[in-house]
């Protein structure tokens, strides 16, 4: 069954960091723009960050939203089968459930065209 994996969340006092890691499960990533999304309640499913998928490989290039911009960073392991999200400086307005998803050979992470999606990750902040 083809799947991705979150791990890593948890409670963070505002400032600090968190890294979190989305595994591929039954497919490689080298085929997928990877993306980090996160969804508060009662608000829709954002994207956080995304790898593209640009001329043939998936390591192009890198986009983040505005609110996140110079704080988090996301990179991608090949050996893993992994793309994670590093988390710094985090404020109150960034707790959501994270979610990661892949979009097949696509150059943005729309959400509505991602293919797989893990089953979500709690990330708190909170003093």
């Known amino acids: 069954q083809l799947h991705f994996v979150e791990s890593g969340g948890g409670l963070v006092q505002p400032g600090g960091s968190l890294r979190l890691t989305c595994t591929a499960s039954g497919f490689t990533l080298d085929d997928y723009a990877v993306g980090w999304f996160r969804q508060a309640p009662g608000k829709g499913r954002d994207e956080v960050s995304c790898i593209n998928y640009i001329h043939g490989h998936s390591d192009g290039k890198i986009d983040y939203a505005d609110s996140v911009k110079g704080r988090f960073t996301i990179s991608r392991d090949n050996t893993k089968n992994t793309v994670s999200l590093q988390l710094n400086s985090l404020k109150p307005e960034d707790a959501a459930v994270y979610y990661c998803?892949?979009?097949?050979?696509?150059?943005?992470?729309?959400?509505?065209?991602?293919?797989?999606w893990g089953q979500g990750i709690q990330v708190t902040v909170s003093s």
């Open positions: 998803g892949g979009v097949w050979r696509a150059a943005t992470c729309v959400t509505t065209d991602v293919d797989y």
